[in-house]
Structures are given as structure tokens and as C-alpha cells.
């Protein structure tokens, strides 16, 4: 299998979030557990923005999805 192309760090970096794992770790201790029937875009915490642009990420099955797959894991 090989390695994700893109970090967590990027992917909070891209939704205009900070990337730093202190950062990400709060954000996920913040957020979670978010309910099993909510998509992952559709979580009240999100922006429109970063909502539409994580959709985008999972639809398009772009080099993003996995570790937004990843993040949707964490924040359960």
C-alpha cells in the first residue's frame, strides 16, 4: 500500500485551518465524536467553504480522499 500523498497537515493547511499536530489534535478533541448519520462535510463546525471543499475531495476521489477519509475516521 502505498503512502498517502497528501499530510494531515496539508489537509488542515488547505482548508485554511492550522496544520500543526498540536493544532489538529485539539481540533479533533474539540469536535469529536460528530454522529454516525453526518457525513463528514455536513458537520456543523465546518465553513461552507471547507464543507464544499472536503465534498469535492471524497466525490472527486481526489489524491485528498484518503486522508480525508482518514480525518472522518478520527473525528468519530
Same mark, same amino acid.
Given at each position: 500500500?502505498? +503512502?498517502?500523498?497528501?499530510?494531515?497537515?496539508?489537509?488542515?493547511?488547505?482548508? @485554511?485551518?492550522? @496544520?500543526?499536530?498540536? +493544532?489538529? +489534535?485539539?481540533?479533533?478533541?474539540?469536535?469529536?465524536?460528530?454522529?454516525?448519520?453526518?457525513?463528514?462535510?455536513?458537520?456543523?463546525?465546518?465553513?461552507?467553504?471547507?464543507?464544499?471543499?472536503?465534498?469535492?475531495?471524497?466525490?472527486?476521489? +481526489?489524491?485528498?480522499?484518503?486522508?480525508?477519509?482518514?480525518?472522518?475516521?478520527?473525528?468519530?
Amino acid at each position: 500500500m502505498e +503512502a498517502p500523498i497528501h499530510s494531515m497537515e496539508l489537509l488542515f493547511q488547505q482548508l @485554511g485551518l492550522d @496544520g500543526t499536530n498540536k +493544532a489538529v +489534535a485539539y481540533f479533533i478533541d474539540k469536535n469529536a465524536p460528530i454522529a454516525d448519520d453526518v457525513k463528514l462535510h455536513e458537520a456543523d463546525f465546518w465553513t461552507s467553504s471547507q464543507s464544499e471543499c472536503l465534498k469535492e475531495m471524497v466525490d472527486e476521489d +481526489a489524491d485528498w480522499a484518503e486522508i480525508v477519509d482518514q480525518l472522518n475516521v478520527l473525528l468519530r
